[in-house]
C-alpha cells in the first residue's frame, strides 16, 4: 500500500468484522514471533491470548467454512458466463485453492485449540497473564527458563501451540484479499465533512474502504448498516479538546467491496 494513504475499513457484517480483527492480531503475532527478544516472545504470547479469546467466543472454523462456500457459489456462477472478460484459468485456479482450504479445515476434527489444555506450560502462562505482570521469574520459573531458551526452540513451541489457529487463519487471509480485490472505487467529496453512502441491497455488500490522503489533517468515523452508511471526517482533538468533525469539504476514495 502507498505509505502517502491511510485506509480505512468498515466491515458491513459481523462475520468480516471477526475476521479482520483476527487478522490485526495475527500480523501483530507473527511480527513478534519473528522477533528474537524475550520482549517479542512475550508480546507474541499475549497477542496468541487475544487471538485464542476470540475462537473461543466465536465458531471461527464453521464460519470460515461457510465463507469459503459462499465464495464457491459466486465464482460457480461467474464459471458458467460466456463472459469473455473472465480468466477461466485463473478462475479454476481459485475454484482449486478454496477447496483444498475448504477440506483442510473440514479435516481439523473439534474444535480448535483443544490440543492446547494438555500443555501445562502454556495453560500456566495463560493463567497467569491474566494478572497483571504476574509472569514474573519467581511467579513462573518454569515460563523464565523457556524465555532463556535459544531461539529454535522458543520458535518449535510457537508453532506447534499455533499450528491450528494459523491454518485456519491462512483461509481468513485468502478470503479477505477476495474481498478487498472486488472494491469498486470511486473519487468522492465528503460536503462539510460528512458522507452518507446508500448501498444497493441487492448486492452482497461486505466491506466499505475509505483511503485519504496523509496530508489531509482528519481521521475517518464510518457508521451504518446493509442499507447506508454515514462517513465523518473528524479533525484531532487540539488543546484537550474534543474531535469535531470537520467544516471543509474533503475529497476520498471510496471502494466498495461486493465480494
Not at 480505512?8 to 503475532?29: A, D, G, K, M, T
Not at 479435516?107 to 497473564?129: P, Y
Not at 487463519?169 to 458522507?195: K, M, N, P, Y
Amino acid at each position: 500500500m502507498n505509505d502517502n494513504f491511510i485506509t480505512y475499513e468498515f466491515p458491513l457484517n459481523e462475520r468480516i468484522r471477526v475476521f479482520i480483527r483476527l487478522e490485526q492480531l495475527f500480523i501483530q503475532f507473527e511480527h513478534h514471533t519473528q522477533g528474537k527478544t524475550t520482549a517479542d516472545k512475550r508480546a507474541a504470547l499475549i497477542i496468541f491470548f487475544d487471538i485464542i479469546a476470540i475462537f473461543k467466543r466465536n465458531d471461527i472454523k464453521s464460519e470460515t467454512i461457510k465463507e469459503i462456500e459462499r465464495h464457491v457459489n459466486i465464482l460457480n456462477k461467474i464459471a458458467v458466463t460466456s463472459n469473455e472478460n473472465v480468466d477461466t484459468i485463473k478462475l479454476q485456479g481459485i475454484l482449486t485453492k478454496l477447496g483444498e482450504l475448504s477440506q483442510q479445515l473440514y479435516a481439523m476434527n473439534g474444535k480448535v485449540g483443544t490440543h492446547l489444555s494438555e500443555n501445562d506450560l502454556f495453560q500456566s502462562i495463560m493463567q497467569r497473564s491474566a494478572i497483571p505482570g504476574g509472569t514474573c521469574s519467581f511467579d513462573l520459573p518454569e515460563f523464565h527458563y523457556w524465555l532463556s531458551q535459544d531461539e529454535p526452540t522458543r520458535i518449535k513451541d510457537l508453532n506447534l501451540w499455533s499450528q491450528p489457529f494459523t491454518a485456519v487463519f491462512s483461509a481468513i487471509r485468502i478470503i479477505l484479499d477476495f474481498i478487498r480485490s472486488s472494491r469498486h472505487v470511486t473519487q468522492e467529496v465528503a460536503q462539510a465533512g460528512f458522507f452518507q453512502l446508500t448501498l444497493d441491497t441487492s448486492l452482497p455488500n461486505q466491506l466499505i474502504i475509505v483511503t485519504l490522503d496523509k496530508m489531509q489533517p482528519y481521521f475517518v468515523e464510518i457508521s451504518g448498516g446493509k442499507h447506508r452508511c454515514a462517513i465523518r471526517f473528524m479533525n484531532p482533538p487540539q488543546n484537550k479538546l474534543r474531535p469535531a468533525q470537520s467544516s471543509e469539504n474533503v475529497s476520498f476514495s471510496l471502494g466498495c467491496c461486493i465480494f
